[in-house]
């Protein structure tokens, strides 16, 4: 599991968020609420849990020791 802290604006962490989402290589365990910090009204703070995705390779790969999520097959 990968845990990560992300402090930002709320339209950047939401936009990171969507990426993050998004990425195949990885799954959104948990998403925490946003947090202020330190009183301040333009920045928070959100605790992400994530896992990594672990693909399963074809033969070919396997044989050549390549894989096609970097360009070399």
Request: include cysteine.
């Amino acid at each position: 599991m990968i845990k990560i802290r992300l402090q930002g604006t709320r339209n950047d962490i939401k936009a990171f968020i969507k990426i993050l989402e998004r990425c195949a290589k990885v799954n959104v365990i948990r998403i925490s609420d946003f947090k202020r910090i330190n009183e301040n009204e333009k920045y928070y703070k959100v605790f992400i849990d994530l896992k990594r995705n672990v693909r399963k390779y074809d033969e070919k790969e396997l044989r050549t020791g390549k894989s096609g999520a970097d360009g070399n097959s």
